[in-house]
């Protein structure tokens, strides 16, 4: 007999939470995480598994704006509001599933701050509610435990059989969902608890360490330190470009607009120290240069802010599952004089990229008036960008 299609699964991510206990200015789940907002790696995670079929998020209405830049791109139903507590959160958002014309049979609760969570443990959740109403992602516990009391150590507590409970926790939905509703107002810490109550077993699935919540700074250098370590294949790319003056009254440099009294002559902005990037990162991918993916003769890319471009370059890498390590790009030119603006410069390719203004650095240098750049007919750069990519 064929094989029977296997049962719609919804993820369903907490982003609620204010996150005061990082001390951030925003939210934890906004915060970025190698270039790329804590929330989206939690979403690219399940929105890339074979076996989820939706996700839905539920998020604090007051953040909005943080939400619309995290999940940029994506297809995604209408965020649910969020309720007092991660309790009424979760209720919240399973209403809202219950709402649906097709309800799914299952459904996996994950925090929207565990952004490392692997596609094995996401598919070991899902494979145990064949068997159990509801699983949870969790780690023994390997340290000896101790009780304390006035600062001292009160008693030691036996670890044998204890686990400390992660997310994803998935449950059949029609279970977890009348459990929630049967538990409201009771404060439980997570939907394990809430199963609990209602007297529905629950499956302990072996997960990693590397699954980490983000809930302090440290716990942030932690995810990017496990990231870092995924990301073997080191790559560096070069990039050069040259525009001739014209008339005008500025030059686009960096993505910056520089008054000059010439302008520079090119299809697009002509922003020289773009363009160069742009190649450099397109280099260490391999894929061509500049001109094959936006060639001169199209009509489309006349005077186009070339931040389109080194943004398409930066997509690229992040489709590769990569990072962008490191940036760096030196303009030629007698004048105008570049210095005034490098750190503006560097912000914002900084902001184009997605990663830290750490990690960008605008130079700029002359040819001692030697050749076309001493005589003052135009402007050169040259950029060196390295990515990592998955080994």
Request: net charge neutral; with cysteine.
């Amino acid at each position: 007999m064929p094989a029977s299609a296997p049962l719609p699964c919804i993820a369903l991510i907490v982003a609620g939470g204010s996150g005061q206990r990082f001390g951030a200015e925003r939210p934890k789940q906004y915060l970025d995480l190698l270039g790329k907002p804590i929330l989206r790696r939690t979403l690219d995670a399940f929105l890339s598994h074979p076996r989820i079929t939706g996700v839905q998020v539920v998020i604090d209405p007051a953040w909005r704006a943080q939400y619309d830049r995290a999940v940029a791109g994506l297809t995604l139903p209408e965020p649910v509001t969020g309720g007092a507590t991660r309790q009424d959160s979760v209720r919240n958002g399973l209403e809202a599933l219950a709402a649906l014309a097709a309800p799914p049979a299952r459904v996996l609760i994950h925090d929207a701050a565990r952004p490392l969570t692997d596609a094995a443990t996401i598919g070991a959740v899902i494979d145990a509610l064949d068997e159990t109403p509801g699983a949870v992602a969790a780690v023994p516990v390997a340290d000896t435990l101790k009780r304390g009391a006035h600062g001292l150590v009160g008693a030691t507590v036996d670890r044998d059989g204890l686990w400390r409970a992660q997310t994803p926790q998935g449950f059949r939905f029609a279970d977890i969902l009348g459990a929630h509703r049967a538990a409201a107002g009771l404060a439980l810490t997570d939907d394990a608890a809430v199963a609990e109550q209602a007297g529905l077993p629950v499956r302990l699935i072996p997960a990693t360490e590397d699954n980490v919540k983000v809930t302090t700074p440290d716990d942030l250098t932690r995810a990017a330190r496990v990231l870092m370590a995924g990301l073997g294949d080191i790559r560096t790319g070069t990039g050069f470009d040259v525009h001739r003056f014209t008339e005008g009254d500025f030059v686009t440099l960096c993505g910056l607009r520089v008054p000059h009294d010439q302008g520079l002559d090119g299809h697009s902005d002509a922003d020289v120290g773009l363009h160069a990037l742009t190649d450099a990162l397109l280099g260490a991918l391999a894929a061509g240069d500049i001109g094959s993916h936006f060639p001169p003769s199209d009509p489309r890319w006349r005077g186009a802010d070339s931040a389109r471009f080194l943004r398409h370059a930066a997509d690229l890498v992040a489709k590769r599952g990569g990072i962008i390590a490191h940036a760096d790009v030196t303009i030629i030119c007698e004048r105008p004089k570049v210095g005034p603006h490098r750190a503006a410069m560097a912000a914002r390719i900084a902001d184009i990229l997605g990663i830290a203004e750490d990690r960008v650095s605008v130079k700029a240098t002359t040819t001692e008036r030697l050749g076309f750049t001493g005589r003052g007919e135009g402007i050169a750069a040259q950029a060196v960008a390295t990515i990592r990519l998955p080994g």
